[in-house]
């Protein structure tokens, strides 16, 4: 051991095993999924996944616990929930342990809407009807109509609706203010999805895990030719348009920072950061043919193709040849997508129930064998 590494006391922590992840849309999300998962897995963890069919836990309803997969029978003993729900804390506790760890992460508003717009152009009518994100942004209320509000919930404050609020609501100081405190008891930690590394870091230590436990490969990103660039009015106007989203993202970027500078310090952070993304790379080194994500036409294994959805080509990973099984299983948990994992886990934990069809080739095989 170097001098320097002595240095570092002797952790004092047990690793969190309760925990509840708040999936937001187009945040990264995808990413933490994947870090949760292969959590849940290395420690043998229950996951409460989404009953039957389901891809996610009843969105965009409200959450309820018979949205969970033997949510009767198994009660309150599962250890993780983390896909896609609208959060309902009263329901949420019913699932999961009175000592769990809640966090979610936000992204800027301005990227983000970018994102959703590309992301979701074929399913959201005020998307659908103006031919560019800069068209749709110069008079929103002209193509966003609330009567569609269900089909509409991506063009306005997604994040706000996520945490299971109104995203059409007027926003009055005192309504935001009232909503931030509450998001600020039901969580203990959100991260910031501008800063990766270092909410990874931050959570490392929050929940006392390994850096192991926190390396990832950047799923569900889409490639370059498919971002729009937004105009520096359209940038101001996403402000004004999703003004509850732009006060949700600033109070919570300012708290993400004086966390970290409480608990770890930025110098800390800073090599953490630097340790993470050395590891980061050793691992793609070690895993992928090519050294980042291909287009889904480059994907060999079909298997591990991502969901393709609206105008955004979703990247992928190829894995090296020839790699041993142990280290095979390891990289194919690192790029499996989120509904390929979650279809996986489902197999694993309800043996008995119908798969999940996902209209993909799955990787059963290569992956039953533990």
């Not at 590494?5 to 002797?10: A, G, H, K, R, S």
């Not at 033997?70 to 804390?89: D, K, S, T, V």
């Not at 959570?203 to 370059?224: G, M, P, Q, T």
Request: hydrophobic share 40%; net charge neutral.
């Amino acid at each position: 051991k170097s001098h320097e590494e002595l240095l570092i006391p002797p952790t004092l922590c047990h690793a969190k095993t309760n925990v509840m992840f708040l999936k937001t849309h187009k945040t990264a999300s995808s990413t933490v999924l994947n870090i949760m998962f292969r959590f849940a897995e290395r420690y043998s963890l229950t996951v409460a996944l989404p009953a039957d069919q389901l891809l996610h836990l009843g969105y965009p309803r409200t959450f309820v616990a018979h949205f969970v997969e033997g949510f009767e029978a198994i009660g309150q003993n599962y250890n993780i929930m983390c896909n896609h729900l609208r959060f309902n804390p009263l329901e949420v506790r019913k699932v999961m342990a009175a000592n769990t760890f809640y966090f979610s992460i936000l992204r800027n508003p301005i990227p983000l809407l970018e994102s959703s717009y590309i992301y979701y152009k074929n399913n959201v009518p005020a998307f659908r009807s103006s031919k560019d994100v800069n068209e749709f942004l110069a008079s929103p209320t002209k193509y966003y109509h609330p009567a569609d509000y269900r089909q509409n919930i991506y063009a306005r404050n997604i994040m706000w609706f996520d945490f299971g609020y109104d995203n059409n609501a007027e926003d009055d100081t005192r309504y935001t203010q009232a909503v931030l405190e509450e998001i600020e008891q039901n969580f203990h930690l959100i991260l910031i999805a501008d800063y990766f590394d270092e909410s990874m870091i931050l959570l490392k230590h929050a929940l006392c895990w390994d850096l192991d436990d926190v390396i990832y490969f950047k799923l569900n990103s889409r490639s370059h030719d498919t971002v729009q660039t937004l105009t520096p009015e359209s940038e101001e106007r996403i402000k004004a348009w999703c003004s509850l989203d732009w006060k949700l993202y600033l109070h919570f970027n300012q708290s993400f920072w004086r966390r970290i500078e409480e608990t770890i310090g930025l110098e800390v952070l800073e090599k953490e950061v630097d340790h993470l993304r050395t590891r980061q790379k050793e691992l793609m080194e070690t895993c992928l043919s090519e050294q980042e994500a291909v287009g889904k036409e480059h994907i060999r294994n079909k298997a591990l193709l991502p969901f393709q959805s609206g105008a955004a080509h979703i990247l992928g990973y190829n894995l090296k040849q020839n790699l041993d099984n142990r280290t095979l299983r390891t990289c194919q948990k690192m790029v499996m997508p989120e509904l390929q994992y979650t279809s996986y886990l489902y197999a694993v934990q309800h043996p008995h129930k119908k798969r999940k069809q996902l209209g993909l080739p799955l990787l059963w095989n290569s992956l039953q064998e533990k």
